[in-house]
């Protein structure tokens, strides 16, 4: 009897309800959300990979999630993050040195930051006197440079029975017209003048008749801050050429450095009475930072302006850049 009951435990139909009821274990488990993992052997350290676990995770059936956007948050640097900003120039203080029958043509740029501080018909094309010297200067020096001349060679040669060092320098300093048209006439050969100004983006400023705009004078004057035209021997002995102090440099924007202590104002000033034109720019650095000014009058339409009374316009508003300079910069 006990022999036929061991029989009847070990049926069939016993074993397969066993396997049901592990089943049903099983599916009771997984709808609780309950998750199977298998951990496969970490990589042997010999290999000297790093160690990798795989994980193999059951289905499992979890609600839909909705993600809503997360609020933007505000960051507020701290003071110690923030950079000190400097005042700016107030240009109201500037045009309103300026008198209102003139026709003006002026750029101020911070050859530091780029940013054009104040500006008025910037690309008009205007008569800029002597200014349009320095132009011709720089292409003078490129064109020997690209003839493998160097800065010694200068000073002893040159056309009309002058050297080129000499000639440069009465057209420079002494604003000498016949230096001038000595050295337009060296540089105009071939059109080398011509293509010069062109390829230096300078594309507006010609010398029959004789025009330019305040953007092409001031790429000249920002290539020679830059050093892009001319090797730096001759870029220097051009500069301390605008450096030279003559008489007559205290008038016009001459005022900034007079009353600016430690300014330094490297500029070619431009005058005509017939038409009358007052203009002067240059290169002011003060307090280790450099500044392109440009300025220009004529007279307006009413003919009223003179070539005094411009002028003295042009000092009142070097006056006024030199007080807002002397407040943003203190002693």
Same mark, same amino acid.
């Given at each position: 009897?006990?022999?036929?009951?061991?029989?009847?435990?070990?049926?069939?139909?016993?074993?397969?309800?066993?396997?049901?009821?592990?089943?049903?274990?099983?599916? +009771?488990?997984?709808?609780?959300?309950?998750?199977? #993992?298998?951990?496969?052997? =970490?990589?042997?350290?010999?290999?000297?990979?790093?160690?990798?676990?795989?994980?193999?995770?059951?289905?499992?059936?979890?609600?839909?999630? #909705?993600?809503?956007?997360?609020?933007?948050?505000? +960051? /507020?640097?701290?003071?110690?993050? #923030?950079? /000190?900003?400097?005042?700016?120039?107030?240009?109201?203080?500037?045009?309103?040195?300026?008198?209102?029958?003139?026709?003006?043509?002026?750029?101020?740029?911070?050859?530091?930051?780029?940013?054009?501080?104040?500006?008025?018909?910037?690309?008009?094309?205007?008569?800029?006197?002597?200014?349009?010297?320095?132009?011709?200067?720089?292409?003078?020096? $490129?064109?020997?440079?690209?003839?493998?001349? #160097?800065?010694?060679?200068? +000073?002893?040669?040159?056309?009309?029975?002058?050297?080129?060092?000499?000639?440069?320098?009465?057209?420079?300093?002494?604003?000498?017209?016949?230096?001038?048209?000595?050295?337009?006439?060296?540089?105009?050969?071939?059109?080398?003048?011509?293509?010069?100004? +062109?390829?230096?983006?300078?594309?507006? /400023?010609?010398?029959?008749?004789?025009?330019?705009?305040?953007? $092409?004078?001031?790429?000249?004057?920002?290539?020679?801050?830059?050093?892009?035209?001319?090797?730096?021997?001759?870029?220097?002995?051009?500069? $301390?050429?605008?450096?030279?102090? /003559?008489?007559?440099?205290?008038?016009?924007?001459?005022?900034?450095?007079?009353?600016?202590?430690?300014?330094?104002?490297?500029? =070619?000033?431009?005058?005509?009475?017939?038409?009358?034109?007052?203009?002067?720019?240059?290169?002011?650095?003060?307090?280790?930072?450099?500044?392109?000014?440009?300025?220009?009058?004529?007279?307006?339409?009413?003919?009223?302006?003179?070539?005094?009374?411009?002028?003295?316009?042009?000092?009142?508003?070097?006056?006024?850049?030199?007080?807002?300079? =002397?407040?943003?910069?203190?002693?």
């Amino acid at each position: 009897m006990k022999h036929k009951l061991f029989i009847t435990i070990g049926s069939p139909s016993v074993l397969i309800l066993f396997h049901i009821f592990i089943l049903t274990g099983l599916l +009771i488990s997984a709808c609780t959300g309950i998750s199977f #993992t298998t951990v496969e052997p =970490k990589v042997s350290p010999e290999t000297n990979l790093p160690t990798v676990i795989h994980t193999k995770t059951v289905a499992l059936e979890t609600p839909a999630r #909705t993600f809503t956007s997360i609020p933007t948050i505000e +960051i /507020t640097p701290s003071k110690e993050q #923030t950079p /000190t900003q400097l005042p700016q120039i107030d240009v109201s203080l500037l045009s309103s040195a300026l008198d209102t029958n003139v026709d003006w043509h002026i750029l101020l740029k911070d050859l530091d930051t780029g940013d054009v501080i104040f500006e008025n018909k910037p690309d008009e094309l205007f008569n800029p006197a002597s200014m349009i010297k320095i132009p011709l200067a720089l292409a003078v020096l $490129d064109i020997n440079h690209q003839m493998g001349r #160097t800065l010694t060679d200068l +000073i002893n040669i040159g056309p009309k029975g002058r050297s080129f060092a000499a000639l440069l320098d009465a057209m420079v300093i002494l604003s000498e017209e016949q230096a001038s048209q000595d050295l337009e006439y060296f540089a105009r050969g071939e059109n080398r003048l011509r293509n010069t100004l +062109i390829a230096w983006n300078i594309p507006n /400023t010609t010398y029959h008749p004789r025009l330019s705009t305040c953007n $092409d004078l001031a790429t000249a004057l920002e290539g020679i801050y830059t050093q892009r035209f001319l090797p730096a021997e001759m870029n220097d002995y051009l500069l $301390d050429l605008m450096l030279v102090q /003559t008489e007559n440099d205290s008038k016009y924007l001459g005022v900034i450095p007079a009353t600016l202590p430690g300014a330094t104002f490297a500029n =070619k000033r431009g005058t005509m009475t017939g038409p009358t034109v007052v203009a002067d720019h240059g290169l002011l650095s003060y307090k280790g930072k450099t500044w392109i000014v440009i300025i220009a009058g004529t007279p307006d339409e009413s003919g009223t302006a003179t070539f005094e009374s411009i002028a003295e316009s042009i000092e009142r508003f070097g006056y006024a850049l030199s007080e807002e300079l =002397k407040r943003i910069y203190p002693e």
